[in-house]
């Protein structure tokens, strides 16, 4: 069916920022389902994602960037 069709121009999402922001939009899905085990007292898998920041990125961000996991 979608190739039936011509292109079509996309349209933004209303209230969606043009920009994510990994502090503003991923964190607190990290917070909110990673961090009970993946925090600097558990690290299971010998991972940290809890929000606490380094003197440049917060630890989730440098870890999953060390690790290959976005």
Known sequence: MALRKPPQKIAAISDVPDVIDF???IQPI??????E?????RREGKIDLAGD???KYSSSYWTMVKHDLV
């Open 23 to 25: 502090p503003r939009d």
């Open 30 to 35: 990290l917070d909110a389902h990673c961090t």
């Open 37 to 41: 085990c993946h925090n600097p007292d």
């Open 53 to 55: 920041h380094t003197p």
